[in-house]
């Protein structure tokens, strides 16, 4: 593509850029009822105000013309001032029509520059003066920037000022030492031609020059003062309510937008800023906050406009009275500059170095942020996550430095830089990675895991933070370049050699390993709990809960589209309990109630915060105390010890899910995990294993955990959770990513088909290994004398009542459950059990049927005994629910009370006749008003029933990231950030 093709193209860019944002802001501000105020204004104008802001106009002009001339003459340039200025509003009409003031800078180079031959001289004449421009733009700034703290705020204007401070300091620090331009040079631009030469030499003729720069200073500072007022004197003239100091702040945050290079003479930026800061910060009407800009800068036009008539009027032989001192200088330069021969870097040892550098210094910063993760661990830190922390970080930056570094010599090349030694440049990457990383992690662990997040990164807080971040990895790094310099200097160092720091970082890795491998605690081995012998009656048990499993989801129990064989059949060896329900109908607290036998509001595992407290006595622990060797497997990071779930279990299994980079739980908190898992679920989604363990892979723990109970001398009771067909749902045989809570929130009503066949599928995946298990058991005997339960924990909602997923609604598709007990030698297989019955009622039950005694604080009765009162409860996501299910002489009704303002959306007060809507549709709350207030009573009476004697309630500590990415993952929180 030629130069020329490109310019159009970058022309046409800056074109539409400008016209989608005018196409916006109108789009704005017609669209208001109030869009004819446009017209009023414009036919109201206060035109006293437009030769004000002309006024100011041609003021800026002069102080630009007087500055110009002062600079030029710092070269040896003497120009009259009648030829200057003329020369000045050209280039100001030229500049109307180019992008980032091209055509103004580059026509009084052009100008200069053919009247006296001087290039380089009238080019470093405009960058000295662009210099001098942003430190008066700058001053100008922070000298109206009082004006805006009412509005904007302190800290706003403190971040405001500090951006100017700096741009202050950078231009002012150039002007005053132009010398640094050539040093600049010398590092970024190598052996440069003679042109590039004599400009940095012509830049550098204001060395020494101080009461010349003072002036260029001034006459900027004065040039954006007078120009502020164009656009105060415009403000007033349309009839503005805001303070001329406040319109001049305004102003120049304004004429800031225009120095982004994405349009033609910052048309449409202006606009927008003032748009976006009148109307949001001072409440200004969007018409006025509109047309200030658009007159302000309509008066530059007109006067710009000018400078077209001067243009013609010079003629061919026009030849202004110029004189040029010292004519000679850029010959002498030319001459001095010597091309020397030099050795320029070789792209494959810079990429080598790059590696070597990025490996280091990214291992020496993913250590410092695993002995972060370890030193918060509440118990038994990981301190292996310092060395997978510092092979994480090592491999990806050695990876960024080597294509870095390799880019880097390249462009060496191209420049005819000078190579540096292989021990500098290693050490430079090294310390560069080291600080890069150190800064921005240290700063944000803190900031989220020290200060909670309790302040804004732009606060005064947040600045102190980022500032005192940045100079404490500075000074490490800057050390660590100190150390890694004076090693490579030594005779036969191997950081001299462009491989040398990837053997560096082999040894520390070795070190944090065995650092890791010291401090670990060797395994304590399991201890034998006390126990008396088991009842003669006792037999084994095996608890098996199918996360999310809905009883109308089966064809046990009607669902023709369902296909579950190896659950029929088990069907015909079991009880199937028809009318079975949770008592919650999210996991943590129907999982509690199911072990406990306790209401939720009763074990106080309510919030996603909860523990199962200790002096709740699980099932578990009841059998433990019987005589039974207990093991659990779970693979629902709700249940997992964190939780406190591990109580009685001799044993007790959490299955991880598949971590990024085969991660442990400590490994994951670290932020580069963080950030591939999240960069993989925006590019594949959710992936098999990566939610919870499915139930493949749970049999194979499964069948262990038999093989081992085996050889145990009493009965064993055996608690499985399976997690399919919670969500993720998969298509199966795996076939591409899940679709989830987590990803996937709101489907809409045309997806439903889709996820429901997904949802069926999982079911029938999940009953292809419960008949693997079944004949795992048949295999080892176990089968005919073991009772066995399958049920769950609760269901999901396929827009039954205009939703999806589950946790916050106590309606029936989320809350029956199916359960299957299958008793000893298969005593009354295929039989139904029509009545009530509910999650707190397992517990009882099964102590009983093995001649356990019962345990205090137990809420539930007998399944075969069934119950006319079924009560659930739900405190989650804002949601908090409470239903009741009845039977009297009239029927079978259920009454669910809603919070007001819930974030489900549920009417507060609901009542269903359930016997005849079975399907809860229609809402009789109040057409049976009396009947609603007698069920709210009989309510009102279980809730205190059912809160006497509750345990003291527990709360975990903080989630870590890795914790919170877990329930996320789950659909549980809806965000870890």
Known sequence: MDQKTKARLILGAKLAVAVGIWAGIYLKVSGRENAEELVERLSNIDWKWVPVAAAAQMAAVFCATIRWGKLLEGQGIFAP???????????????????????FQGYRIVDIAAHTGKNARATATIAIELLAGQTGFAATVLLGSVFGVEHLGLANVILIDLLFVGMLFVAGLLIVRPFLFRRLASIFLGNVPTKIQTLVDGVCAYQGQGGRIAQAFGLSLLVHVFNNFIYVAAAFALGMEVTAGQI?????????ATLLPISINGVGLREAAALYVYTTFFGVPQIVALLTPI????????ISSFGGLVLLARGANYKPEIRVEDADREDRIAEAVVSREIERPEILEGALLGLSGGAVGGLLAGAAEGLFVAARSAANPDWGVL?????????????????????????GRLIHKPKLPSGEAFSRYASLVFFVLAAALGVFLTWRDVFKKSFAFKSGPGLLLVVGGALAAGLVALALYGLFRALSKKQGSLLSRPLGGLSLSGGLLVALVVFAFVMTPATAEETEVARPAAPSSAKNVILIVVDTLRADALPSYGYAEGKTPHLDAFARDAVRYDQHFANASWTRPSFASLLSGRYPSNHGVMSQASVLPDEVVTLAEAFRDGGYATSGIVTNFNVSPRYNFQQGFDRYVYLEPKSPLGASEAGMQLMALQIIRRIQGRLLGVRPGEAYVDAADTNGEVFRELDRLAEQDRPFFLFVGYMDPHDPYFEHPYSGPGWAKATNGDPTPEQLPAIRARYDQEITFWDEHFGKLVDALRERGLYDETVIVVTSDHGEEFLDHGGF????????????????????????????????????DVMPTLLMMNGLPGVQGVQGGLLDHGTDEVFSEEDHEGNVLRALRRRDDSGDWKRILANAGNPRGLEPEELYRVD?????????????????KALDEALEAAEKRYAEGAARKQIVEDMNPAECQRLMALGYIESCD
């Open 81 to 103: 001032f009648r030829h200057l200025f003329g020369s000045l509003m050209v280039g100001r009409f030229f500049g109307a029509l180019t992008p980032g003031g091209l055509g």
């Open 248 to 256: 001049f702040f305004v102003s120049s945050l304004q004429i800031f």
């Open 295 to 302: 007159l302000g800068f309509a008066v530059e036009m007109v």
């Open 387 to 411: 060395a997978y922390g510092g092979l994480v970080y090592g491999v990806i930056f050695g990876l960024v430095g080597f294509v870095g570094a390799g880019t880097l010599a390249w462009l």
């Open 805 to 840: 997923w589950h946790g916050v609604t106590l309606y029936d598709e989320q809350i029956r459950i199916p359960l299957f007990v299958k008793r000893p030698y298969q005593a009354a297989g295929g039989s139904v059990v029509e009545h009530w019955t509910q999650s707190v």
């Open 916 to 932: 005849r809507d079975p399907k809860e549709k229609e809402n009789l709350s109040k057409d049976e008003a009396e009947r609603g």
